[in-house]
Structure formats: structure tokens, C-alpha cells
């Protein structure tokens, strides 16, 4: 199978795909779905549609068909469809993978900071789909590069922030996860470092998302809901450290740059998150030695201070629901800690 079917873009949850709908008119006669779906979907090719076919990303009436099948008046075809994935050769890279689980089906993995989830732009290796890659090929040496399936990622995680990601193994449990997720049913909290003493114990940040108008690598929240994406955002305070907090995120959508967006549309921009200004001091002093202090912070997590700590979804073979959990990466358990001994608040044992 060609491998543009595996591939989705960074960084994201449905926003790597999109639900297409159509009605079939009634005077339409009957042709294969595959050539009515090319004729109806821009820049769709014959053979990526019957990649998606065979992948379980299109069905009729609400069941899987194959290629050859004849469509009727008044069949609803729905296709999940990629959104301008960026694609790029593979290659199988050597590169360290701290995975939590795996079976036939699915590929759980501890993301480490500084790490690209695919080739992209700049970043044409070391990623954690070139590594993954080399995993299943030492699974299986009678596969090569050019015949294994790579179906495998239905979301993504910012290239600095850690935690749990899961990845497909075939083309079915691929199908079931992005439905999930698109579905908003899979279950992820993060849990962040965040500027400032935020004010309610808990709260949801309910605001459209989309690109900055300025500043196009960045994305800004539009609460009027006119402009960007519907996301919903639910956060609670774990642990109050004065001028920081560290709070609990359960993402309800999954928007690019979700929790980074909304918690700075509060006033709580991210710590150490350089692209949205949480890499220089937002709350806090004005001496000398509270700066010091911060910049040790920075120097201990020297990135984002974010974590993807829990992930739970339904598998995709046995439909009994699975459930994962890491511990919090030791730059942010570090930083935590010396924000502690700061105010005098060491965590009790």
C-alpha cells in the first residue's frame, strides 16, 4: 500500500482530518464509489480514494464497501479525509523509543521532549515515525521501507511537549482510533506549568482557535466564535506556587496548540513557552535574584512545560476501553520542585 494513507500531520487530533459528507442525488446513475468520490473530492486522486477505501476512512450508509461498489440514489457516502498532510519518504531511523504498550494493533508511546512525531520541513529524521518505523521492522525483517503499511498516526503532540501518544498498527485499528478521536471520545489530560496564581480552583475555556492573522506559526483564540475552530478546554489547579501554578488540562477537542492558546487567552500563558511569551517573566518580582532564579527555571525545562500524562480509549479489536498513564518528565518534576523550595513550600512526603 502506498504510504500516503499513513501519514497525517503533527501536532493535533481532528484537526489532521475532516468528515466529508455526501448525499447521492437521485438522478444519479450507478458508477463505482471509487470514480464518484474522485469526481466529488478536490485534488482526490483514484488511487488515494481507494487507499482510503481499503483503510476503512470511507463508508456507506454507515458500513464499509469495497472499491467496485455501485453507488444508488440516495446513499450517504462519508469520508474522513486528511487536511493538507505534509508527506515526505520515510526512511527507518535507530531512534529511542520509551513505548508503554503494545499488541497487533496499537503502539503506545511516551513522547520525550524535543522530538518531531513526523518528517517534516527541517526535520527529515530522527523523528518518532522514523523510529517507529525501524521498531516494526526488527518485528518483522521479511517487510521492507517500500511494503510495510504505515497507517499509524491519528494524532499528534507539539515537538516539545512530552507524554502519550497512540499509533495504528493496521489499517482497521487505524480507522477505529481517528473515529474516536474525531468523535471526541478519547480520554487525554495534560498537565502544565502555567504564569500566574490562576484565580477559580477550576474552570473550561470555551474559544475558537485559528492562526494568528500576523503571526501564521502561531495561533490565537477568537471567543465570539465567528473566526477559527470550535475547542473546549477544561482545566483544574493542582498546586499554587505564587507567581506559577500547575494545572490539569482534559482537552474535550483537539485543536493545534489547544491548551497553549486557551491557557494564554486567560492570562496564563504556558511557562518557558517561547512562541506564545511564556519565556520571559509574566508574573513575580522585580529584584535581581527572583530574576536569576527564573532564568535556573527556564535552564532546567528549557521548553514548553507541558506533559500529555493520560490517554484512555477503546481498543480497537477487543472494544473494552484501555486506559494509560505516565509519571511527569524529570525537567518538569525538577522545575516543580525548585518552585517549591522557592516559596517554602516543599511537597509533603
Known amino acids: 500500500m502506498n504510504v500516503d494513507v499513513a501519514i497525517i500531520q503533527e501536532e493535533s487530533t481532528e484537526d489532521l482530518y475532516e468528515k466529508k459528507v455526501f448525499s447521492v442525488d437521485k438522478g444519479q446513475e450507478s458508477v463505482r464509489i471509487d470514480k464518484w ?126 507524554g502519550l501518544i497512540v499509533l495504528a498498527k493496521n489499517a482497521d485499528a487505524a480507522a477505529h482510533l481517528a473515529k474516536q478521536f474525531y468523535n471526541h471520545t478519547v480520554q487525554r489530560k495534560y498537565v502544565a506549568v502555567v504564569w500566574g496564581n490562576v ?47 500547575v494545572v490539569e488540562c482534559v482537552l474535550e477537542t483537539g485543536r493545534t496548540h489547544q491548551i497553549r492558546v486557551h491557557m494564554k487567552h486567560i492570562g496564563h500563558t504556558l511557562f518557558n513557552d517561547w512562541e506564545y511569551g511564556g519565556d520571559r517573566i509574566l508574573k513575580g518580582t522585580i529584584y535581581t535574584k527572583y530574576k536569576q532564579f527564573v532564568d535556573n527555571c527556564f535552564a532546567i525545562c528549557p521548553r514548553c512545560a507541558l506533559h500529555a500524562k493520560t490517554l484512555g480509549f477503546i481498543h480497537p479489536r477487543t472494544n473494552e476501553p484501555v486506559f494509560f498513564t505516565t509519571d511527569l518528565p524529570s525537567d518538569m518534576q525538577q522545575l516543580i520542585e525548585k518552585w517549591r523550595n522557592y516559596i517554602g513550600h516543599p511537597k509533603a512526603e
Open 37 to 162: 468520490v474522485q469526481n466529488h473530492v478536490e485534488v482526490a486522486t483514484r488511487n488515494k480514494v481507494q487507499q482510503a477505501i481499503e483503510s476503512g476512512f470511507l463508508t456507506v450508509n454507515g458500513k464499509v464497501v469495497k472499491s467496485n461498489y455501485k453507488i444508488r440514489p440516495g446513499d450517504e457516502i462519508v469520508l474522513m479525509s486528511y487536511i493538507n498532510p505534509e508527506y515526505t519518504v520515510l526512511k527507518s531511523e535507530p531512534v529511542p523509543l520509551n513505548i508503554v504498550y503494545e499488541d497487533e494493533d496499537v503502539l503506545v508511546i511516551n513522547k520525550q521532549p524535543n522530538m518531531v512525531v513526523h518528517p517534516g520541513i527541517g526535520n527529515f529524521s530522527g523523528t518518532l515515525l522514523n523510529g517507529v518505523l525501524y521498531h516494526l521492522l526488527q518485528q518483522n525483517p521479511t517487510l521492507t521501507e517500500e511494503t510495510l503499511p504505515r497507517y499509524g498516526l491519528v494524532h499528534r503532540i507539539d515537538k516539545n511537549t512530552t
Open 199 to 245: 484565580e477559580n480552583e477550576q474552570g473550561t475555556v470555551n474559544a475558537h482557535i485559528a492562526r494568528h492573522h500576523q503571526f501564521r506559526k502561531m495561533f490565537a483564540a477568537y471567543p465570539d466564535g465567528e473566526t477559527g475552530k470550535h475547542a473546549i478546554t477544561h482545566y483544574s489547579v493542582l498546586e499554587r506556587m505564587n507567581y506559577v501554578s
